[in-house]
């Protein structure tokens, strides 16, 4: 999501498309070409290098600088319901947390052990991620023009 964003608005910039939501410094709005673009590239870099943009707000938080309703347009590319959508990367954003966070321990009996991870489960998080990430870039490269 951080180079979608970055990369998507960097494009915009050098094309000349109004991007209604961007903000970025005012040495940026006073400048142009090349130093207009290592100034938002570098503001975008340090205002988004500590967001996670996993979660499904926070997905939709960056991509409504340069798209207007993210889930109504990635739902669109995707052919499922936005609400569905955004629930099932939830759970799979808590999945992915609860690996990494909690080292697979299952609390429930006392540390000794790990939480269950299948195979299917697996191969099921990876085609919903490959879903959503090109029904985003698909969405993002409609919203472009």
Known sequence: MHEIHRLEILERLKIG?????????????????VLQMEIVDEY??????????????????????????P??????????????????????VDLRNRIAHEADVNPAYAGIALWPIYS???????????????????AVNSNST
């Not at 498309?17 to 940026?28: D, F, S």
């Not at 489960?121 to 985003?136: A, K, M, P, Q, T």
């Open 17 to 33: 498309q109004e991007i209604p939501a961007l903000k970025v410094p005012y040495g940026a709005a006073i400048t142009s070409g």
């Open 44 to 69: 975008i870099r340090r205002e988004n290098s500590y967001k996670s943009f996993v979660a499904p707000d926070k997905v939709g938080d960056c991509l409504r600088i340069i798209m207007d309703n």
């Open 71 to 92: 889930w109504d347009k990635i739902s669109a590319e995707i052919g499922q319901p936005a609400a569905e959508l955004k629930s099932n990367l939830k759970r799979f």
């Open 120 to 138: 299917e489960d697996v191969s099921n998080s990876i085609s919903f991620i490959r879903n959503i990430g090109l029904g985003i870039s698909k």
